[in-house]
């Protein structure tokens, strides 16, 4: 896994993201919300987050409408 910071789940040598959802249907719907590819679903052992949503390339969450730039608006 590459040196990036804690948050940021990316893999430049694979080009893939992961973000972890508490079931296998929040992968989809992250899919679907913000038009991301899901490559794959990995289980993990958690008791809360339960799934590893892989997704290909650099995918991060939008920032909320408060933390904008003037020009991100």
Known sequence: MPKNPA???YDP????SRHAAT?????????TK???????IEKLKGDT??????FDSKTE???PFHEQD????
Not at 13 to 16: G, K, L, W, Y
Not at 34 to 40: I, M
């Open 7 to 9: 948050w940021l789940r």
């Open 13 to 16: 040598d694979e080009n893939i």
């Open 23 to 31: 079931d296998d249907e929040y992968c989809y719907e992250m899919e």
């Open 34 to 40: 913000y038009g991301w590819t899901l490559k794959r």
């Open 49 to 54: 987050l339960k799934a590893d949503c892989v």
């Open 61 to 63: 969450f939008p920032k």
């Open 70 to 73: 003037d020009d991100d608006a």
